[in-house]
Structure formats: structure tokens, C-alpha cells
């Protein structure tokens, strides 16, 4: 175990202090170089925090939806396979639920701020608190 901060405390740091300290200085071409470094920062903290849990909860779903063991890499390669030949489709229990979810994960780490993954987050939590 490696002592604190971790990759993900260090890696935020550097994106804020990047976008509170340093950003309001840079004029220009290099103000937009900067930006793109802080974005590409904030897409690392958020790989860090959000990767591993996401793509366990992949697996699991392809393990359940395909009935087989094997890497992510091998799971997915399997269930592209699967469409491709016509041996699954969004009528096959779980495969739809499997692909919003894995969408809804990947935008969670890519895009956060996407409109419309914002307002599926809130649609899913007032559907949550009503049921």
C-alpha cells in the first residue's frame, strides 16, 4: 500500500490548482492548450475513481447476460460476436439494461457534464425515490 495522497488525490490537485490558480493568467492559444490539459487531467481523476467499480459491474452483467468467464476484453469480443451473428438483440433479457448501464458508466468518466446524461442521472433518481 503506497502511502497518501494517491494517484487520484495528486492528479485533482494538479487540475485545480491548473484551473484556480494558473488558468487566469494564461491569455490566448496557450489559455485553450491549458484547458484541454485540465480537461485531460479531470478525465484521469475520474478514471481513477470510477473505472474499476464500472467495469466489475460489467463483467458481472456480461458474465450473467453471456453465461461464460473470461476478461472484459474477452466478454465484450464475445458479445459483439453475438450480435453480429443475430444470436442476441435488445429483445434478449438484460441486454438492453447491460448496454444503458455500461453507457450511463462510461459517460459518468468521459462526459459528466453531458446534458442529456445529466438528465437521465435525474430522471433515474426522482424514478429511485418514487418507487
Same mark, same amino acid.
Given at each position: 500500500?503506497?502511502?497518501?495522497? =494517491?494517484? @487520484?488525490?495528486? @492528479?485533482?490537485?494538479?487540475?485545480?490548482?491548473? *484551473?484556480?490558480?494558473?488558468?487566469?493568467?494564461?491569455? =490566448?492559444?496557450?489559455?485553450?492548450?491549458?484547458?484541454? !490539459?485540465?480537461?485531460?487531467?479531470?478525465?484521469?481523476? *475520474?478514471?481513477?475513481?470510477?473505472?474499476?467499480?464500472?467495469?466489475?459491474?460489467?463483467?458481472?452483467?456480461?458474465?450473467?447476460?453471456?453465461?461464460?468467464?473470461?476478461?472484459?476484453?474477452?466478454?465484450? *469480443?464475445?458479445? !459483439?460476436? &453475438?450480435?453480429? &451473428?443475430?444470436?442476441?438483440?435488445?429483445? $434478449?433479457?438484460?441486454?438492453?439494461?447491460?448496454?444503458?448501464?455500461? @453507457?450511463?458508466?462510461?459517460?459518468?468518466?468521459?462526459?459528466?457534464?453531458? !446534458?442529456?446524461? *445529466?438528465?437521465?442521472?435525474?430522471?433515474?433518481?426522482?424514478? $429511485?425515490? $418514487?418507487?
Amino acid at each position: 500500500m503506497q502511502d497518501e495522497p =494517491g494517484p @487520484t488525490e495528486l @492528479t485533482k490537485a494538479v487540475a485545480d490548482f491548473l *484551473r484556480e490558480d494558473i488558468a487566469p493568467l494564461v491569455p =490566448g492559444q496557450n489559455a485553450f492548450k491549458l484547458r484541454v !490539459a485540465i480537461n485531460m487531467l479531470d478525465l484521469v481523476s *475520474r478514471q481513477l475513481t470510477l473505472e474499476a467499480a464500472s467495469d466489475a459491474a460489467e463483467g458481472e452483467r456480461l458474465r450473467r447476460l453471456l453465461a461464460m468467464q473470461g476478461s472484459l476484453f474477452e466478454l465484450n *469480443r464475445a458479445l !459483439a460476436d &453475438k450480435i453480429a &451473428k443475430g444470436e442476441v438483440n435488445l429483445q $434478449t433479457p438484460g441486454l438492453a439494461e447491460h448496454l444503458w448501464a455500461t @453507457t450511463m458508466d462510461k459517460l459518468a468518466v468521459d462526459q459528466p457534464a453531458y !446534458a442529456a446524461y *445529466r438528465r437521465e442521472l435525474e430522471r433515474s433518481k426522482a424514478a $429511485t425515490i $418514487t418507487s
